[in-house]
């Protein structure tokens, strides 16, 4: 059932995802969604099988494109499907869905175009819910440096648990962004620069084996990759 109307829809950017998916998809509170749909980046394992025995609306890339690439085709898929609001639920279940409820009142509620899922607030529960200590101080470390360039007050930047209004994409071009990681902290410097209103609320951390991880070395491409494009921004150098 739509709240107030709206149309929700999950969206699931996936890769490698098949021992998490079901319980994920079990975890969604589906009296609040309208739609899911997953998105699978041409996947190695058996993602593309267990998704299509779900109900689900499955889209397959028949090559790679990355994080930032396919999450351009789930806002897509979303709103050619008639979604208000889009959630973007990882697959592999690090983060809880439980919290879907919280952030669409927020994002309705609030009138504001979108809503993170900040491990940080409570920077405690991070550490307990399993957080690698090297990730923990680089998160705040980059934060840090993201609030400082775009005059924000995050808590957290690289939160992967978002929702969005969907009308947030008639002004901000996501396809000119990176088909890669740093696609997130693009979207937030696109806000940011228009004033477009961005809410967090606390969300709890667990880290598992099964959960998908990013090492130590694409964490530090990422680590320059958000640096550079702030630096770009904040210099002018790139229309965002």
Known sequence: MPYKGKRIAVVMP?????KTLVACYDALPKEWVDDVILVDDCSSDRTVEVARTLPMTVEVHPRNRGYGGNQKTCYRLARERGADIAVMVHPDHQYDPKFIPEMIKKLVND???AVFGSRMMRRE???AGGMPRWKFVCNI???KIGNLALGTALTEFHSGFR???CRVFDEIDIERNSDNFVFDTQIIIQLASRDLKIVEIPISTRYFDEASQIGLLPSIRYGLGVVKNLLLYRLGLRRF
């Open 14 to 18: 996936a890769y490698n995802a098949e």
């Open 111 to 113: 009138d504001c175009s």
């Open 125 to 127: 529960n991070a550490l």
């Open 141 to 143: 470390g980059l934060t």
């Open 163 to 165: 929702a969005y209004d």
